[in-house]
Each structure stands twice: as structure tokens, then as C-alpha cells.
């Protein structure tokens, strides 16, 4: 008897190509996608905190889209595109972008605080600086 490729015996007319692993392969579009589920009415939230008026126009302004798209957004009638994904990651940071996240990874949601942390110092110094020059102009007069 010769040595089989496959312990499970020959591959038959009729059956599919097992994969390397012989367990069967995931489709795609599946929903496990391991934390990646973004929520964009979270990201319309967040927006809405960061401009209590006229949020979708400041929205626009910062990304360089269309008002009219980012209405939508806002109403729920569509959510931004993959091609805005960058540019929200530039613009409001990785805590913005995870935390519309339904399930982050672990990983994310540490880089997610350190990247809150290191805005809120940078904030933080940008205030100390005001209130040094303020300081010495009090001290100067």
C-alpha cells in the first residue's frame, strides 16, 4: 500500500480542495471581524461633544468632505466611507477612532489611552505656556 498525502484517505471526485490546515476556510464579509466593528453614530457622538454647533460643517471643514455627505452621517443615512477612515484618524486621533469601536482589542484600547494621554499633556503644555507669557506680562507691567 503507498502513503497517502492526506491522512483522511484520497481526495474523491466530488470533494473540495481541503486547506493546509484541514480546517475549513471562512467566507468573507463574515462578521467576526476581532474587534475591528466600527459604530459611526458613536463617531457622530463624539463629534457633537467636540462642536456643540454646527458640527457637521465643522466636521466637513476638518476632513476636507462635502457638507452634504457629512449631513448624512449625521442622520444616520450613511456612514463615512473607507476613504475617510485616514483622514479621521489623522485629524481626531486613534482614541476617536476607537472608540467607536463596539469590541477594541486590548492592544488598541492601550495604544487608544496613550494616544489620549500624550493630547492631554500636549494640551496641558500649550496652557502652561499661556499662563507663563500671561504671567510676565502681569510681572513686566
Known amino acids: 500500500m503507498t502513503a497517502s498525502l492526506f491522512p483522511t484517505g484520497p481526495i474523491g471526485p466530488s470533494s473540495s480542495m481541503p486547506t493546509a490546515s484541514r480546517k475549513t476556510m471562512r467566507k468573507s464579509g463574515c462578521d467576526d471581524t476581532q474587534g475591528w466593528v466600527i459604530k459611526p453614530h458613536r463617531w457622530v457622538e463624539q463629534w457633537r461633544e467636540l462642536y456643540p454647533s454646527k458640527a457637521a460643517q465643522c466636521v466637513a471643514t476638518d476632513l ?3 457638507l452634504r455627505t457629512v449631513e448624512k452621517w449625521f442622520s444616520g443615512e450613511s456612514k463615512p466611507s473607507f476613504e475617510y477612515w485616514g483622514p479621521i484618524l489623522n485629524r481626531y ?22 494616544d489620549r494621554k500624550r493630547r492631554l499633556l500636549a494640551e496641558r503644555q500649550a496652557i502652561d505656556v499661556m499662563l ?6 502681569r510681572v513686566g507691567s
Open 132 to 137: 507663563a507669557e500671561d504671567w510676565q506680562r
Open 93 to 114: 486621533g486613534l482614541a476617536f477612532v476607537v472608540g467607536a469601536m463596539s469590541a477594541p482589542l486590548p492592544y488598541l484600547d492601550d495604544l487608544a489611552r496613550e
Open 64 to 66: 476636507g468632505a462635502p
